[in-house]
């Protein structure tokens, strides 16, 4: 893996942006089922 000054701030970006769509993406059939429930 190559250090760049930039590179990683954007990958710090892109994994919060995932993990953030991942958390969403578990929570949703949570909230499904409290509805349906």
Avoid: C, H, Q
Wanted: no cysteine; hydrophobic share 50%.
């Amino acid at each position: 893996m190559k250090k760049f000054k930039f590179g990683r701030t954007r990958i710090e970006n892109w994994a919060n942006i995932v993990t953030l769509i991942s958390d969403t993406v578990l929570y949703i059939p949570r909230l499904m089922m409290k509805l349906f429930n």
